[in-house]
């Protein structure tokens, strides 16, 4: 079935530091979805982007939709202690029965030191 | 406008038993899938409905059932509870259309014992 690749598995930064993560799949996705979850909670949605080549900003977090539409990157600039969690990158796309369906990545634990 | 909403947060079961789980979705989402993560791992989509229809599913067993009411909120049903069913199951509302912008509610943590 279709796989999300995210990397890197886990990070352990300082604060103040810029961090890159990204998500690959050998599939095409019409959107991808950033989502942050911390420890006991639902994820909260981050950035979304629709189109192939789409760059967009949330504050402090970027991300971008590739120009192959199967792969896309978030950057976080000037971490901060709230910045630790973890983050998943989700696309969707059609299934076989016409249906929209949302793949997910394993995620990328961020730890940030104060 | 009211988040997305879940019951109860915390469950614990025997296996073979059922349980239901609810979830009132977002003001205005016509639109829930619900989810379940396993500890350290990513959510895995279970199914959706869509103005109280089924309208996609992931791979899990019949045992896994659901519904979706008039006023869009929604209940997960499921049968036969084993050991690995142990999770936190999360719901998601979103507006269907072409966006797909889901917005998840803090999820339920579900015990097998």
């Known amino acids: 079935g279709q796989q999300l690749n995210q990397s890197p598995q886990s990070m352990f930064i300082q604060e103040g530091e810029d961090v890159s993560m990204n998500c690959t799949s050998s599939s095409i996705f019409n959107t991808w979805l950033w989502y942050k979850q911390d420890p006991g909670e639902g994820p909260v949605l981050l950035i979304a982007l629709y189109k192939a080549g789409e760059l967009t900003s949330n504050g402090r977090l970027t991300a971008q939709f590739g120009i192959t539409r199967k792969d896309s990157f978030l950057n976080i600039s000037a971490s901060i202690p709230s910045d630790v969690g973890i983050y998943f990158c989700?696309?969707?796309?059609?299934?076989?029965?016409?249906?929209?369906?949302?793949?997910w990545g394993l995620g990328t634990s961020l730890a940030v030191n104060p | 406008e009211t988040g997305v909403t879940q019951s109860p947060t915390h469950l614990i079961k025997t296996r073979g038993q059922q349980v239901t789980l609810r979830c009132s979705s977002q003001?205005?989402?016509?639109?829930v899938s619900w989810y379940q993560q396993a500890l350290g791992q990513g959510p895995q989509f279970i199914f959706q409905y869509y103005r109280e229809e089924e309208n996609g599913r992931g791979n899990f067993p019949p045992r896994f059932s659901g519904l979706q009411f008039p006023n869009y909120s929604s209940e997960l049903n499921v049968n036969a509870l084993e050991l690995d069913d142990s999770a936190l199951y999360l719901c998601?509302?979103?507006?269907?259309?072409?966006?797909?912008?889901?917005?998840f509610g803090p999820g339920t943590r579900l015990t097998v014992t």
């Open positions: 998601a509302s979103s507006l269907g259309g072409s966006s797909y912008e889901q917005y």
């Open positions: 003001s205005g989402h016509n639109t």
């Open positions: 989700a696309g969707q796309l059609w299934d076989a029965g016409n249906n929209r369906k949302l793949i």
